[in-house]
C-alpha cells in the first residue's frame, strides 16, 4: 500500500517509515512512501554521539537503522523568473553593480534609462534579459 507525505510531517521532519522486513526508501523516492504491515511505525533522525553516526530510530519499539545519507531534510524552491523580477528591491536601480542602459525607453514613464540583468526562464527563451526603470518614481520592471 502506498501514501503520500502530508505536507506538515516532511517540512517539520525528515521521516521515513519503520521497514521491519522492508527496505527504506532512498532521498530521491520520498514523495511515495510504502506502508509495512506490521507497524506502520516513523523512523526519526537520531544521533550515534559515540560512533559519530546518523540513525534512524523508531520511537515505539527499539529498531534503528543506519542512515544511508547524511542529509535528513532537504528544501528544494525553484523561482520563475517572474518571480524573480517580482523579489528584486526599488533600491535595484540605484545597484551600482549592475549594468545600466540608455537605449530603451520605459513603457510606464519613458525614461530613458534602465538596470539589467539576465535570468534563466523555463521553457525555450532559455536566458531573458529583464530591465528596471531608474527612475526612482517608477521602477517598473519588463522583460525583452
Known amino acids: 500500500m502506498l501514501i503520500r507525505l502530508l505536507p506538515f510531517l516532511s517540512r517539520s521532519s525528515s521521516t521515513l517509515l519503520c521497514p521491519r522486513g522492508g527496505e527504506l526508501i532512498d532521498e530521491q523516492k520520498r514523495l511515495s512512501v510504502p506502508l509495512m504491515q506490521c507497524s506502520n511505525n516513523i523512523l526519526y533522525p537520531k544521533e550515534d554521539r559515540a560512533n559519530k553516526v546518523l540513525l534512524y530510530a523508531c520511537r515505539k519499539c527499539e529498531h534503528q ?21 517580482q523579489v528584486l528591491s526599488e533600491d535595484v536601480a540605484s545597484d551600482p553593480t549592475l549594468p545600466r542602459t540608455k537605449s530603451v525607453r520605459c513603457a510606464a514613464c519613458g525614461h530613458g534609462e534602465a538596470v539589467f540583468f539576465q535570468a534563466t526562464t523555463r521553457g525555450e527563451d532559455g536566458m531573458t534579459l529583464f530591465f528596471v526603470c531608474c527612475n526612482p518614481s517608477c521602477g517598473h520592471r519588463w522583460r525583452d
Open 65 to 85: 537503522e543506519v542512515a544511508d545519507s547524511n542529509c535528513v531534510y532537504r528544501n528544494v524552491v525553484d523561482h520563475d523568473a517572474g518571480e524573480l523580477t
